[in-house]
């Protein structure tokens, strides 16, 4: 024991580099494990992570933005919509993900989920009442939507 330092400072041993941690401003626990504040960091980037969001996958300890962007994420999915990763539910429709909130239509924002829609040639996502309206054939005398079948 460093002899500067007292019994009663005494945590315990690094998990990362095993070595004598003392004082608490010097430690952090995480996962049932006692750290040094400075070895507590994420694997791919080095960042400190004490008091902030970590996640621990096959044995590494990943900073928030190295667990969603760096390929360590299981199995990430983009939304088209949004273009950021879905952590829950996937939707997909045609070939693309969406979060469920992002499933919406283009003209009328509601959303689609569970719900009928169409996707035009440019893969917007469309409910059946507003993909009629711009795409059906317009009267020759008002112009209005000819809808009818």
């Known amino acids: 024991m460093d002899p500067s330092y007292s019994a ?3 945590f315990g041993s690094c998990t990362r580099c095993s070595k004598a941690v003392y004082g608490a401003g010097r ?3 995480a996962m049932g494990h006692l750290f040094h504040d400075t070895c507590f960091t994420c694997s791919v980037c080095s960042e400190k992570l004490s008091g902030k ?3 621990s996958v096959s044995g590494g300890i ?3 933005n190295d667990f969603l962007y760096s390929g360590v994420h ?3 999915e983009v939304c088209n919509s949004c273009g950021y990763l879905i952590m829950d539910m996937v939707l997909q429709a045609h070939g693309k993900s969406y ?3 992002c499933f919406r239509c283009v003209i009328c924002k509601q959303g689609l989920e569970g719900q009928p829609f169409t996707v035009d040639s440019d893969s917007r996502v469309y409910c059946v009442s507003d993909y009629h309206k711009i795409r059906a054939p317009c009267c020759a005398v008002c112009r209005t939507p000819n809808t009818a079948n």
């Open 8 to 10: 009663s400072l005494y």
């Open 27 to 29: 430690a952090c626990q």
């Open 53 to 55: 969001p970590f996640y």
């Open 62 to 64: 990943y900073c928030e």
């Open 74 to 76: 299981p199995s990430p």
């Open 99 to 101: 979060h469920s909130c």
